[in-house]
Nanobody, 117 residues
């Protein structure tokens, strides 16, 4: 079992930046891909991006490509989601998850990101 804790969310204005962190509870964190997802009120959870365990493959949703950057530091059992040029439509609860690109087994509790216009 791996516990994940997201942090770094908050209220920002359009155009601002935020960096979310996803901290894992065990060293096995480094063996898994990390996915980032978000869920806006009244909508389904959407894929934001993912990074392989060795950081050699990173994927992004088209809606965040060129604005968001995913990275990880396995020595710290932590992954990051750097979000630049934030838009009001980026407002959502952001979740990180651990697993493979096709299936995620462990999920965090989420962190709220609110972007005002």
């Amino acid at each position: 079992q791996v516990q994940l804790v997201e942090s770094g969310g908050g209220l920002v204005q359009a155009g601002d930046s935020l960096r979310l962190s996803c901290a894992g509870s065990r060293r096995t964190f480094g063996r898994y891909a990390v996915g980032w997802f978000r869920q806006a009120p009244g909508k389904e959870r959407d894929f934001v991006g993912a990074i392989s365990w060795h950081s050699e493959e990173i994927r992004y949703a088209d809606s965040v490509k060129d604005r968001f950057t995913i990275s990880r530091d396995n020595a710290k059992n932590t992954a990051y989601l750097q979000m630049n040029s934030l838009k009001p439509e980026d407002t959502a609860v952001y979740y990180c998850a651990l697993g493979s690109f096709s299936s995620y087994e462990f999920w965090g509790q989420g962190t709220q990101v609110t972007v005002s216009s």
